[in-house]
């Protein structure tokens, strides 16, 4: 197994964190066909997500997104441009709702 670990600082508190990770997940559902389950908690929310060969949690606060993700043998091939991909695409939402772009 090989880790792609990942963390982005924002100050869009809870409520609009939540919701982009709620986009988030949907659009990540369509496009890589990902099992996600969101669970909403007082402090922070937690996203957790499957397919075949990976499996991840993203913790969401009102101050950062952490996403942790395990990819199995044959994904692990993958790793560089999954973790580009989560950069680009998390932090192209972040950089919207904060304003940015």
Known sequence: MSDVKFQQA???GLE?????????????AKQMGL???H?????EDTL???RMGVNGVMTVTGTSFDMN???GM?????????????????GRIIG??????
């Open 16 to 28: 609009k964190a939540r919701e982009l990770a709620k986009q988030w997940a949907e659009d990540s």
């Open 74 to 90: 044959m994904m692990a091939a993958f790793k560089p441009m999954i973790e580009s991909e989560i950069q680009k695409n998390l």
């Open 39 to 43: 669970v909403e908690g007082a402090e």
């Open 96 to 101: 919207k709702a904060s304003g940015q772009a």
């Open 69 to 71: 993700i395990k990819l």
């Open 10 to 12: 924002h100050n869009l």
């Open 35 to 37: 099992s996600c389950k």
């Open 48 to 50: 957790t997500f499957e």
